[in-house]
């Protein structure tokens, strides 16, 4: 007789073992881990640099782990905030999985860290399948990259707990529509919140640290219909 192996569901189901140890881990530790994901040039190192120094200015021991297949250049500017930073090439992988993430925090992540936030790889497909061991998954998207991305990647968006909208101050020049997007957000992941950010004018400033904060504290995140679906 033939036997069919699903390797993909095998992959995840071994990667989503994987989190919740590194999640426990973590917790006993109180690291509480912020996953960010989105497309290529949406504005997401420039938003973290901020909420670092943001976090750091507030007294909050905070540190970030970045993800690119190529270059340290997102490691650099996060650093200017003065947290603790790491630099991570995955070597073409589009994506990180959670038993790569705790070989990366092995040694690395400094004792007392409250917020761990990671940088995920610049894509809104891989990524999406891979919890980190994450406590809150936050999905970034510009103003410029169009209302309708939320309805062409809805596994990222609806899987979010926190959806970003960055480069606010450009949604003018770039005819966003705002309710439109809202709508499309709404579609594949209803009542998840949806915030304006722009880390030129300071609009969102803080969010992304009070929502972390939050989910550290034990409050309640938003629990998306997908991710229910999917358990």
């Known amino acids: 007789m033939c036997r069919t192996v699903d390797l993909r569901q095998a992959v995840l189901a071994k990667n989503t073992m ?5 999640r426990t881990e973590l917790s006993a530790r109180g690291t ?19 909420e670092l120094l943001l976090a750091r200015e507030r007294g909050i021991r905070a540190a970030a782990l970045t993800a690119d297949l190529a270059t340290e250049n997102d490691a650099l500017r996060l650093a200017r905030s003065g947290v603790p930073v790491k630099q991570v090439l995955t070597d073409g992988l589009c994506h990180l999985e959670a038993d790569m993430l705790a070989g990366h925090l092995h ?39 169009g209302e309708d991305k939320p309805l062409k990647y809805p596994t990222s968006f609806g899987l979010a707990q926190l959806v970003l909208v960055t480069k606010s101050d450009l949604a003018g020049p770039a005819e966003f529509d705002e309710a439109a997007f809202r709508a499309h957000v ?19 400033a803080g969010v992304l640290v009070d929502r972390a904060l939050a989910a550290a504290e034990g409050n309640a995140v938003h629990a998306p219909v997908m991710a229910r679906a999917q358990a």
């Open 18 to 22: 994987a989190a919740g140890i590194l």
């Open 32 to 50: 509480t881990v912020v996953n960010l994901l989105s497309s290529p040039g949406s504005g997401k190192t420039a938003l973290l640099e901020r």
């Open 107 to 145: 040694d690395w992540l400094p004792e007392g860290t409250r917020l761990l936030f990671v940088e995920n790889v610049g894509n809104l497909v891989c990524p999406a399948s891979y919890d980190l061991g994450e406590s809150l998954r936050v999905v970034l998207a510009s103003v410029t990259e």
């Open 186 to 204: 709404e579609q594949v992941n209803p009542g998840v919140d949806v915030v304006l950010t722009s880390a030129r004018t300071g609009e969102g």
